[in-house]
């Protein structure tokens, strides 16, 4: 009975050695040629055939790395080409430094995390609805093919240059790097606000505003650890009409506060812990600290007296004036 278990199996079931042979290879072939995740491409070193569709540099670890339709990188030294990436079907529009990462932005709404010094892919991020924004935002007319230049002697760009343009335009200003202690990258849209954690692009939240709001990627302020957007709304009766919106302030783990502003208000960066928002010529310019949401009384203002401890640095105007010292309704 036990030279029964034992024995071994049929030879009718075990396979030829070269029908083995040839699964293994078989294997092999498919690992080598399979799918490559994103569609990424890396080239070390050599001569770039890009045709950069930006000015957009941007120095790190000793390169200078440029938007190509990739990511190229030169040694800043000698202005030799250190590699490329690339992603297939896809373009690189913005490019900005977040911790030791440069983050590029795509057309087709992915966000990618690349080391400089060895050129590794550390991670993509899909945003949700980045790519609509990105080629079709805004009006019909930015996409739309224009009629031929008259007068200036000079053909009109294509419908697909101006679209690229629009898109490079936006993309410049949907990427916001912020150190922290704990560096982070706020991704923003108009229906849309996403963080994710540098070091592993962890995401950290998404915040959407209201029906009738939006958010203003082009009006945001960073300091040392935190961001502050402006969320303007319109008034829901169809017209588009603005009214009062809010400045909302930003840290890693979420929104921390908000203040209500007018339709035209706008953040800057004062400090790395303030930011000045002018907010029209009746409430003027206040400066706020971004930590918190609190207004800082300016050092000539009548609340100085009253406030625990004068702000350091930069002495920012009064609320109710400019920059300049002149009142905002002059």
């Known amino acids: 009975m036990v030279r029964t278990l034992l024995r071994k199996p049929a030879s009718r079931t075990a396979l030829p050695p070269i029908a083995v042979l040839l699964v293994l ?19 070390v070193p050599g001569v770039s055939d890009a045709r950069p569709v930006s000015s957009e540099t941007l120095a790190a670890d000793g390169l200078e790395l440029r938007i190509g339709p990739g990511l190229e990188a030169y040694d800043s030294r000698t202005g030799a080409h250190r590699w490329s990436y690339r992603r297939e079907g896809a373009v690189a ?25 060895d050129h590794r892919v550390r991670w993509h991020r899909a945003v949700p609805g980045l790519d609509s924004w990105l ?30 343009a629009t898109a490079q335009e936006r993309a410049r200003a949907v990427l916001h790097p912020v150190d922290g202690p704990e560096p982070w990258l706020a991704v923003l849209t108009p229906s849309l606000a996403m963080a994710f954690r540098e070091r592993d692009g962890d995401i950290r939240w998404i915040i959407r505003p209201p029906a009738d709001c939006f958010y203003d990627p082009a009006r ?89 401890q004068l702000p350091a640095g930069h002495c920012p105007a009064p609320a109710g004036k400019s920059a300049g010292g002149r009142s905002g309704g002059r």
């Open 25 to 43: 290879l078989a294997g092999a072939a498919a690992y080598a040629n399979r799918p490559v995740p994103f569609g990424d491409r890396v080239a």
């Open 93 to 117: 529009l913005g490019l900005v430094r977040s911790g030791g990462d440069a983050v590029v932005v795509w057309d087709d709404g992915l966000v990618t995390a690349v080391r400089p010094g």
């Open 135 to 164: 080629r079709h935002g805004g009006s019909a007319a930015d996409t739309a093919e224009p009629s031929a230049a008259v007068g200036t002697g000079a053909p009109a760009a294509t419908g697909r240059q101006r679209g690229l």
């Open 220 to 308: 945001a302020a960073r300091t040392d650890a935190d961001l502050v957007v402006v969320r303007p709304c319109a008034d829901g009766d169809g017209t588009g009409t603005a009214r009062a919106g809010r400045a909302e302030g930003f840290g890693i783990d979420g929104r921390h506060w908000w203040l209500r502003v007018g339709p035209q208000a706008r953040p800057a960066r004062l400090d790395g812990q303030r930011i000045t928002l002018a907010d029209g010529p009746v409430l003027g310019v206040r400066v706020i600290d971004a930590g918190h949401g609190a207004p800082v009384p300016g050092c000539r203002s009548p609340w100085a007296a009253l406030a625990a």
